[in-house]
């Protein structure tokens, strides 16, 4: 080994040990200062409490507090913010929900001594992970069940403020509801999403509002295809977890017939191939028999002995359910269909969508 290799190994072994020290110095910091916020929500709530007049002496207690703040510590300590604070002890001292999340996402149970009573006074000892900022858009959120999910999620995945607001927005959490049970929800809410087959992966409708197509304008399947490539990063995010590319209209030949595939991913959880065909207008049965063929060629041709069975799925504008049921095999597990949208769904269609489900 040369020793310019060595020095270049010895470099990046130094940088990724002081990147992690930062991140790590960084994660610290985020989780003492919320922690420290959550403090003085407590202290805030239990001072309201003394009044006679909750909401009025509420208010002056909050301006009061925030202009001495602002005059010993400066900036960060608005009414506002104050009151984001109080908000997080709110919730989070919630004794039926009262948990912590782990760095992978795992739920771990807090053993809480005590709420803070007229006799009592303990220090509920929570672990905030993420930033001030992603818990002041988390709080926000008022089902509690959907709430807990974008936060394993943001946990475990690392999702910056900006991708967690993107899923929020383009309802992640309902769209994996509509497709499970009462259990499968509450496990959700749980333990966020967990893959142990390929119906956990799929998604009806996918949201692809960052390709920049309006659903009026007239485009081509190849053009829709090359603005999933052009915005590859965006659509990985959106199909979720374990996802890496391998190509993009693969061919596939037999009896001298030359078939393309337009694009081919592969799932690192599942270990399986994943086939996505677009269509512009209505599913076909003939889409979802070319599909199967697609699958029946990569787990022949293609998968190897310790990779389980392909996953096929048909991107369309519309589809029914009927046509989808009565093409497809009873058993099927390795066949979808779903609708895409190329805008995000107004909030009243996602609450049409939630209380349709509910």
Known sequence: MSKELQNKILFQQVAELLQNARQQVLRTVNSTMTFTYF??????????????????????????????????????????????????????????????????????????????????????????????????????????????????????????????????????????????????????????????????????????????????????????????INKLENFLLELGHGFTFVARQRRITFDDKHFRIDLVFYNRILKSFVLIDLKIGELKHQDLGQMQMYVNYYDREMRLEDENKTIGIVLCQNKSDLVVEYTLPENNEQIFASKYKTVLPSREDLIKLISEFE
Do not use: C
């Open 39 to 228: 403090e003085i929500g407590r202290m805030i709530v239990e001072e309201e409490q003394n009044g006679k007049e909750r909401a009025e002496y509420g208010k002056q207690i909050l301006k009061g507090l925030s202009e001495q703040l602002t005059n010993e510590f400066g900036k960060g300590f608005s009414v506002d913010n104050l009151q984001n604070m109080r908000k997080l002890y709110l919730i989070y001292s919630n004794y039926e929900t009262l948990s912590s999340i782990s760095e992978n996402g795992n739920i771990i149970s807090e053993t809480v001594s005590s709420i803070s009573s007229k006799n009592e006074s303990s220090v509920v000892t929570l672990n905030f992970i993420l930033t001030w900022s992603h818990y002041i858009y988390l709080m926000n959120i008022e089902d509690s069940r959907e709430r807990k999910f974008y936060e394993i999620e943001s946990i475990k995945y690392r999702w910056s403020l900006r991708e967690l607001k993107r899923q929020y927005d383009s309802a992640l959490y309902a769209r994996l509801a509509l497709s499970r049970d009462k259990k499968g929800v509450l496990e959700l809410s749980e333990k966020g999403q967990i893959i142990e087959k390929p119906k956990d992966i799929i998604k009806d409708p996918y949201i692809l509002e960052f390709l920049g197509l309006q659903e009026s304008h007239q485009y081509s399947e190849t053009e829709l295809e090359q603005e999933i």
